[in-house]
């Protein structure tokens, strides 16, 4: 079965850069909270180590969310469309900003679609100037994107901010009802507020949840596989959050969950090319 894994950033050029390869130390400790070991291609920054462990996986392409983040690293978006071309039959390139303003804001995105990308990421409780998704500062950006259908990905779970409001679903569901043609993923599912997204998902036909690692050994993972065999079949995405997660041991773990066939077949790529397909990749 075709798997398309929506959130990997290879050990390659300015992925390096980001926190999840400079400190080891910490992104191990994390992977062992869950209950991994981490991947020897993340402990060796090896692509070809980490495309040997795709193999062994069955993960045919993954989609490389750039980062930008004073916190946690950034990553050029000329880079990670540098990787993605590169290895065109690997990746699929998500540019990424950081942004005080919506000048600021807009005149990346430019420079995003002038490199060919046409998703974005955004991560923004993360930034210089912490900023729920809700800010208003973001809203010309989202109504771009809504207009030129964009889809955009927002880090809005786990560690998104200085505190836990920045996970909190009422700043992206205010997003997505103020925005009701804008694509977005909920990168990390909005954990750990599990129930309160998945409700948000009920009322929001415009919002993808993306748990990736926060799928895994914690609480509200039996909730998400219950909305993955319900009304969210279509909206779900596999992730494996590499290189937090190892690609294989996560995967061989999460088509051992109780999803019903089809709904699996969806959440393993079809939604993903679907939204892959929206963005002209």
Not at 100 to 111: G, H, L, S, V
Not at 124 to 144: E, K
């Amino acid at each position: 079965m075709k798997i398309i894994d929506f959130r990997l950033r290879p050990p390659a050029m300015g992925f390096l850069n980001a926190r999840i390869y400079t400190r080891p130390d910490i992104r191990n400790r994390f992977t062992r909270q869950l209950g991994f070991e981490p991947a020897p291609s993340a402990e060796e920054k090896s692509l070809e180590l980490m495309f040997e462990e795709m193999a062994a996986a069955g993960i045919e392409q993954g989609v490389c969310v750039g980062r930008n983040s004073s916190v946690l690293g950034s990553v050029s978006n000329a880079d990670v469309a540098a990787v993605a071309k590169a290895y065109p039959d690997k990746f699929h390139p998500v540019g990424s900003i950081e942004a005080a303003t919506r000048k600021e804001a807009m005149a990346q995105m430019q420079e995003i679609l002038d490199l060919g990308i046409r998703i974005v990421n955004l991560e923004p409780g993360v930034w210089a100037t912490p900023m729920h998704v809700d800010d208003r500062r973001l809203y010309p950006l989202y109504a771009f994107c809504e207009d030129n259908g964009i889809p955009v990905i927002m880090m809005t779970g786990g560690n998104a901010g200085p505190d836990i409001t920045y996970t909190n679903p009422e700043h992206i569901d205010r997003v997505l009802g103020d925005f009701p043609d804008l694509t977005v993923v909920s990168s990390h599912g909005n954990w750990p507020w599990v129930q309160e997204i998945i409700h948000v998902a009920f009322r929001r036909p415009n919002l993808y949840l993306s748990p990736d690692m926060y799928r895994y050994n914690l609480p509200g993972h039996a909730d998400f596989i219950q909305a993955a065999n319900s009304f969210l079949a279509d909206r779900m995405l596999f992730g494996t959050a590499y290189p937090m997660c190892p690609l294989k041991e996560y995967t061989e773990w999460f088509l051992t969950l109780p999803i019903k066939p089809d709904a699996m077949e969806k959440i393993l790529h079809g939604n993903a090319e679907r939204l892959l397909a929206q963005a002209g990749r």
